[in-house]
């Protein structure tokens, strides 16, 4: 393997190198902020979301992950420390600000973290009280948003007030949809959601970006999920399935994504599609630049 490379050694020591890509990916005109949603759980947010970040990092673009799942397992990804020490449950709470929590992704020199810890399960149950409650996690954001290119927001398996804050401080919606039938089931209720934060808290949440995770092409479902998929959601569909993989599985038992615990992976290679489609769609249109001289030249020949 090559120096750039990361894969467990032989006495199970990690090792952690980046490889940057030789083509960088495209830079947004303004900070893109994603929440990464899905109330059913195991379909792949947060293995999407760590691996997309990871990604773009590599492409040159500054990332922020904000991990606002209670499990952690986004911080536990990333190999960022998490249980005991503060995190985003301190920043809603008011008892601490964004930039102070904010962690360096070792190995990534532009993406950074913002871990979970044991405290956020306890976040539902004291946002309640809380003024402005479904905006705490907004406020949070604002203050640091200018630092990055992309932020993404790993929500928990749940509609609570942790997702509804995440929608709130958001500007786009990517939903990861695992090709299974059950995955659908819960589409439909988390669109409604969506429709009711948009109306009444975020107008300017879109649902930009849907992500097919752990297809197996072999199998008739995945193909016939894929589809459906494809037929509802034909703009929102980045149509590159990530396919089910064991190295993606086995990254966060190393603490690692996938884009350094096995790069040349099949799913390595799709999540590094996705994520420079992103890109693709989000970068800034080149400005029109006016030249003065075509229109002395036409002036000159007799067009007033």
Do not use: W
């Amino acid at each position: 393997m090559s120096e750039g490379d990361s894969r467990e050694t032989e006495n199970n020591q990690k090792v952690v190198g980046v490889r940057r890509l030789k083509e960088a990916m495209a830079k947004p005109a303004s900070t893109r902020i994603f929440t990464v949603a899905n109330q059913k759980g195991g379909v792949g947010k947060t293995t999407t979301t760590v691996n997309i970040a990871a990604a773009m990092a590599m492409g040159g673009l500054r990332v922020l992950v904000i991990d606002l799942d209670p499990q952690g397992n986004a911080s536990t990804a990333l190999g960022v420390e998490h249980r005991d020490s503060a995190g985003i449950y301190e920043v809603l709470m008011g008892d601490t600000q964004m930039i102070e929590v904010i962690k360096k992704v070792a190995g990534f020199p532009v993406l950074d973290c913002v871990p979970s810890n044991t405290s956020l399960a306890n976040a539902e149950i004291n946002l309640v009280s809380m003024v402005a409650r479904e905006l705490q996690l907004k406020e949070a954001i604002e203050s640091i948003s200018v630092n990055y290119d992309y932020i993404f927001i790993d929500c928990p398996p749940s509609l609570g007030l942790l997702t509804i804050n995440a929608f709130a401080a958001s500007k786009e919606l990517l939903i990861p949809i695992q090709t299974e039938y059950y995955a659908l089931e819960g589409l439909s209720q988390l669109l409604e959601t969506y429709g009711v934060v948009k109306k009444r808290l975020n107008p300017s949440l879109n649902l930009s970006t849907i992500v097919l995770t752990m297809f197996d092409s072999r199998t008739r479902l995945s193909n016939d999920v894929a589809a459906n998929v494809r037929s509802h959601f034909p703009a929102e569909l980045i149509d590159i399935p990530i396919p089910r993989a064991v190295r993606v599985s086995e990254a966060p038992s190393y603490s690692q994504t996938v884009m350094t615990y096995d790069p040349l992976s099949p799913g390595a290679i799709a999540y590094m599609q996705v994520a420079r489609e992103i890109a693709e769609r989000g970068k800034a249109k080149e400005e029109v630049v006016f030249d003065s001289n075509v229109v002395s030249i036409n002036y000159k020949g007799g067009i007033a």
